[in-house]
């Protein structure tokens, strides 16, 4: 019978929390495969991966649409595997599905904040809270999480659900710890890291720690076989196979090792308790010391949480030694030291203290780049242990029942206060691609486009773009990346352009190469597998740089649409380009003085064709000196200050840091700013091309 009405206030939570749910996304609920919860950017380029890759592709592990003609592993795409990959599944082998794909991917995304919050709803009961607190509580922790935020975007990482249903499973293995426990916890973990890497890091933690504290605590015996077994399944397992699932269709060597971002984007003490959104008034945002917080570090814990902390941490260090526990129950206590490892590494702890080599050194860890994400584990962990407290203490108090409840009733309203505050960002998800939701219904059939799709093997954006190595940079202009997306979901063309993580860095230079100057000949046309010519698409804004207006002057207009115009570019005219275009000739001879000026990897020579006022060149104070001279031009010539770097597609050496000072040069930009200036990086022989 107790177990019957458990189970029924269990079901009665779970309806009202949906409610909840599904009144915070009500401007979206009824529209879910028209509405993109992002219209550009990674969202926009999230639902395209995920579209393609059911309508195109022929295999499941990996996606053609991008990065041609080498596509790209599934994984490192951002396309949520297990969603698009079931979702294919279904479709080729049951009942046609696919062009309901974007309400599935919005639908399943807002389940899991039901399901995230009903698990620490979950949580609450098994510590024997009320339900009507469990309830009101729990919901605005989910509301109040920073995983709210990444549903504008980071869809992968704005899964609320497994974070909790760890913590929930964990809890459960604590209070009695069984081979089928054990087994889903092993699949929440191997299903929460298909999704996103980042979420296994969470896992880690918590096993490594439960399994500290039981061979420290004498609990299990470390003699044993039986509790590595469990170890096994609840870890190894799952990371065994994602790797195995990563790595077996993966040929790409040469991803980055380093990614950008380990230092820029770690949490702060202040991006995590302090209150800096701007929903406060005379917000913190406003000081200048919040600065250096970037989006990616702010985990805010809730003003409840953060000065529940600091009270329990004070009074913890005037209490006795034996009772310094800071959770005082030894389930959560090993859930907060977890958390707090955490927390310390997402701000970047200890690599802050000069052990950036020491970083470098591990590989797993070098890859990490937005380590401020680490504090979420921490967020939900600080906020269940205080609001457990605060219960425990209020409902123990012999004080007037109407005084508790009033009390209480403040804390959750301050608590619900934050969460509508943080919430109003689901007013920006909010988002109509027409182009988009007209190119899906038409995937593979469309007739009304001013081109034969069936005479190009891809598209090529200009201006171009490519965001993924974290070594070369390029960012979509002009909206390029939505209108590429919506030809390559309506035609089935891949685009050679790039929107995902970690793509190759040989494959990112072959690519990038066709929209620099043409020091040699195209090596990207040697990986081409049709003779087919490439489409230009090409923006009416104007932006295009000089290598890419040549690309269309060697192009053949086909048609225009609305602000496209589109060009047929034979791969024989695109192999002619470095051939007419003998760039390199007038450089060689200072280019090859280039090898007894190099210091290590890297060499700087500067030139000019002109003659006249005088250009003198220096290196900035704390910099070793690479060269220095002056140089004669004209003030209203354009001017070439050019670095060979060699090695540049190699990993790290494009972020090398190259400062010139050139203080008449500057001044003359300043007072001319109509001059035409530019930086090049160029190549000779084994010493690559980078240009901006």
């Known amino acids: 019978m107790l177990q019957m009405k458990t189970q029924q206030k269990n079901a009665i939570a779970l309806l009202l929390i949906t409610a909840a749910v599904l009144v915070l996304f ?21 639902y395209y991966g995920a579209v393609y890759h059911n309508y195109y592709d022929k295999n499941y592990h990996r996606l053609e649409g991008m990065n041609h003609p080498y596509g790209e592993n599934i994984f490192f795409t951002g396309s949520q595997p297990p969603i698009s990959n079931t979702v294919k599944f279904i479709d080729q082998n049951i009942f046609p599905c696919s062009k309901y794909l974007v309400g599935i991917i919005n639908a399943m995304m807002i389940a899991s904040v039901i399901l995230g919050i009903f698990f620490i709803y979950l949580i609450f009961r098994r510590f024997k809270i009320s339900a009507w607190y469990s309830l009101l509580v729990a919901i605005g922790i989910g509301f109040l999480s920073p995983q709210i935020s990444r549903l504008g975007g980071h869809f992968s990482l704005g899964w609320m659900v497994w974070i909790p249903l760890q913590l929930y499973i964990l809890l459960l293995i604590q209070e009695k710890r069984t081979w089928k426990r054990s087994l889903l916890f092993g699949l929440s973990a191997l299903f929460a890291c298909m999704m996103h890497l980042y979420f296994f890091i969470f896992t880690g933690l918590l096993v490594l720690f439960y399994w500290g504290n039981q061979f420290i605590s004498k609990k299990d015996n470390i003699k044993s076989v039986f509790p590595y077994l469990h170890i096994f399944i609840q870890l190894l397992i799952p990371f065994l196979l994602i790797h195995l699932l990563m790595g077996q269709f993966d040929a790409v060597v040469d991803r980055t090792n380093v990614p950008w971002g380990f230092f820029e984007n770690r949490a702060y003490p202040g991006s995590v308790f302090l209150p800096i959104l701007d929903f406060y008034p005379y917000s913190m945002s406003e000081f200048e010391f919040t600065d250096k917080y970037a989006w990616e570090g702010i985990s805010y814990v809730g003003i409840i949480a953060g000065v529940g902390f600091i009270a329990i941490m004070i009074s913890k260090l005037i209490t006795k030694k034996s009772k310094r526990s800071f959770s005082d129950n030894p389930k959560t206590e090993v859930w907060f030291w977890a958390s707090l490892a955490a927390l310390l590494f997402s701000m970047g702890v200890p690599f802050i203290f000069g052990l950036e080599n020491l970083r470098l050194s591990f590989g797993p860890i070098a890859q990490i780049r937005a380590v401020g994400r680490f504090a979420w584990l921490f967020y939900y962990v600080l906020n269940i242990i205080v609001f457990i407290k605060i219960y425990r203490l209020f409902s123990t108090r012999k004080i007037h029942p109407g ?51 069936g005479e190009y093997q891809a598209f090529m954006p200009l201006p171009y773009f490519h965001v993924g190595s974290e070594s070369t940079w390029i960012s979509p202009k002009c909206g390029s990346e939505q209108k590429i997306f919506t030809l390559s979901a309506a035609t089935g063309l891949p685009t050679n352009a790039v929107m995902m993580s970690r793509t190759s860095l040989s494959q990112t230079y072959k690519n990038v190469a066709l929209i620099l100057t043409p020091w040699k000949r195209y090596e990207v046309l040697d990986d081409y597998t049709s003779e087919k010519p490439i489409l230009l698409v090409v923006d009416t804004c104007d932006q295009l740089n000089a ?69 003198k060149i220096k290196a900035p104070q704390n910099y070793e000196l690479i060269f220095e001279t002056e140089i004669k031009l004209k003030p209203e010539k354009p001017v070439f200050l050019r670095f060979w770097i060699k090695d540049v597609d190699s990993d790290l050496v494009a972020r090398t840091t190259v400062k010139y000072l050139a203080m008449y040069f500057l001044i003359h930009l300043y007072l001319c700013p109509h001059r035409n200036t530019s930086i090049e990086f160029g190549r000779k022989g084994n010493w690559p091309q980078r240009e901006f």
Do not use: M
């Open 26 to 46: 009500s401007p979206l609920i009824f529209n879910l495969n028209s509405t993109y919860f992002s219209g550009g950017g990674d969202g926009l380029k999230a």
């Open 547 to 615: 290598n890419e207006k040549r690309l269309i002057r060697h192009a053949s207009f086909v048609g225009a649409d609305g602000d496209s115009k589109y060009y047929s570019l034979k791969i024989d005219s695109l192999k002619s380009i470095p051939e007419k275009y003998q760039f390199p000739a007038q450089y060689n001879a200072v280019v090859d003085s280039i090898h007894g000026l190099a210091r290590d990897r890297l060499a700087a020579i500067s030139h000019s064709v002109f003659s006249g006022d005088i250009l």
């Open 403 to 453: 005084v508790n409840a009033s009390i209480l009733g403040v804390i959750i309203a301050v608590l619900f206060w934050e969460a509508y505050y943080n919430t109003r960002v689901v007013n920006r998800f909010n988002n109509q691609v027409p182009s988009f939701t007209q190119a899906i219904d038409r995937a593979g059939k469309s007739n009304d486009l001013p081109f034969d799709k």
